[in-house]
């Protein structure tokens, strides 16, 4: 089952940064958490995981709170693309068994 | 590298028949993943195999629904006798190595009717 809470949506003004937060407030010391998206009518695409310290890729960065119980996904520059249900996910790394929860749609607007 | 290829895109049947999907896991992955998603309940994880062998199948609905991975290079999912409850988007995915990121493939949209 789905261990994390997001918002049900949010707004974004293009070329400004979306900040998607994620609660997951019993996570465990050795599970991770991953962020997909969705885009409509499309497979859910990786964008990033981390453990504990901040992550960043072509994609995104994330940014865990020091006592692992949130986090927030960062699109440094949103555009009309990135409208998407983004899913945040905590899971054991060879877990295996990723549990997509409700997610958040993004709405990036012009 | 063509990434997940599932097929077909759409497939309306009637009650009662077979339905077999597809999938082609990015070649090298050692990890296939079957997953269904409908409104009501989002994504659901139906099965995953590692190195061609079935691991868990717990999300499996019910006896009609089967699933074989003979080779890594190919699995299907097979419902028998199909239902309209079935009527969902079965997504298929594959993963390099427990942990990493999974790469979806576009999904098979199945009505039945």
């Known amino acids: 089952d789905a261990k994390t809470t997001q918002p049900t949506s949010m707004d974004c003004a293009e070329g400004r940064a979306a900040n998607l937060p994620c609660n997951h407030s019993?996570?465990?010391?050795?599970?991770?958490v991953y962020w997909y998206r969705q885009i409509h009518s499309q497979g859910p695409q990786y964008i990033i995981h981390?453990?504990?310290n901040n992550e960043t890729n072509e994609m995104a960065s994330l940014i865990i709170t020091e006592d692992r119980k949130s986090s927030t996904l960062i699109l440094p520059h949103a555009t009309l693309r990135d409208t998407a249900v983004y899913y945040c996910?905590?899971?054991?790394?060879?877990?295996?068994?990723?549990?997509f929860g409700s997610g958040t749609k993004l709405n990036v607007k012009p | 590298d063509a990434g997940v290829i599932q097929s077909p895109r759409h497939e309306v049947t009637e009650m009662g028949q077979e339905v077999t999907l597809r999938c082609k896991p990015i070649?090298?992955?050692?990890?296939l993943f079957w997953y269904r998603q409908t409104m009501m309940r989002g994504l659901e994880l139906l099965i995953y195999?590692?190195?061609?062998?079935?691991?868990?199948d717990s999300g499996m609905p019910e006896d009609r629904f089967s699933a074989k991975m003979p080779n890594a290079s190919f699995s299907t999912l097979k419902i028998q006798p199909s239902e309209p409850r079935d009527s969902a988007v079965y997504f298929c995915?594959?993963?390099?190595?427990?942990?990493?990121?999974?790469?979806f493939g576009s999904g098979t949209r199945l009505t039945v009717v």
């Open positions: 195999f590692n190195n061609n062998v079935p691991i868990d």
């Open positions: 019993t996570i465990s010391g050795n599970e991770y």
């Open positions: 070649s090298g992955h050692n990890s």
């Open positions: 996910i905590v899971s054991l790394y060879n877990f295996n068994k990723f549990y």
């Open positions: 981390g453990l504990k």
């Open positions: 995915a594959s993963s390099l190595a427990a942990g990493d990121g999974y790469t």
